[in-house]
């Protein structure tokens, strides 16, 4: 069952936000198996120090071979500026070996031959890998309409009353995409992404000065509240 709000809505919302963010650019695409690594080393972190922690990795090994056959502490050192170093050095690991014993190589570059439904199968298959990295690569990296669900767009679609306060972000994932118009589902994520910092924050959001206030649900009860500004 998909979320019942209407695409033209969603349109409305992503057009308001590009209007104040200015036009769409998308970011350059890596490989499909570094934005893997990419994605998991951003996990509970910010994207500086998920991309400190990417370029530590990627300057002490030369190849996904290294990365794999490395002791486990090695990496973790290699990933520190990224948090939960060892957990996320373990992961690491884990789904390159996972690869390689599929595969008989590290490498996913079969995944473009493949639909957007079975790429996620597969990704998500992986070890420690779920709905939103899987989502990650298909649209950061191979250019498919996929709309990944981090913390921000989970909030910002809550508020806006798009999907119920309990629906967590795999409900998220499943119910809301087909609702989002394919073209917009890239962009829309990263406009999300930026207002959810700037303008609907989890604690004390600006309310008051949202392009998306006549068009969101929890925004005049917030400001009631007391809880906005």
Not at 60 to 74: G, I, N, Q, T, Y
Not at 186 to 205: D, N, W
């Amino acid at each position: 069952m998909s979320s019942n709000v209407s695409g033209r809505r969603i349109r409305a919302v992503h057009n308001r936000l590009r209007k104040v963010q200015g036009e769409f650019v998308p970011k350059p695409a890596r490989p499909i198996l570094d934005e893997l690594v990419l994605t998991v080393l951003s996990q509970h972190t910010s994207d500086i120090n998920s991309g400190r922690a990417f370029e530590g990795l990627r300057t002490r090994f030369d190849s996904w071979d290294e990365v794999l056959a490395a002791p486990a502490d090695e990496l973790a050192d290699s990933i520190r500026a990224g948090g939960i170093a060892d957990v996320k050095a373990r992961r690491i690991q884990a789904i390159l070996g996972d690869i390689e014993g599929r595969e008989g190589a590290i490498d996913l570059k079969r995944l473009n031959v493949l639909s957007d439904t079975e790429v996620e199968e597969y990704l998500c298959s992986l070890p420690g890998v779920g709905p939103k990295t899987a989502a990650c690569v298909l649209v950061f990296s191979m250019g498919r309409p996929a709309f990944p669900i981090d913390t921000h767009v989970h909030r910002i679609v809550q508020r806006l009353g798009w999907m119920g306060p309990k629906d967590n972000a795999e409900a998220v994932h499943r119910r809301l995409t087909p609702s989002i118009p394919p073209d917009i589902r890239y962009s829309l994520h990263v406009a999300f992404i930026e207002h959810g910092r700037t303008v609907c924050k989890a604690r004390t959001p600006r309310c008051s000065e949202c392009v998306l206030l006549d068009l969101c649900t929890a925004g005049p009860r917030l400001l009631a509240a007391g809880e906005a500004v």
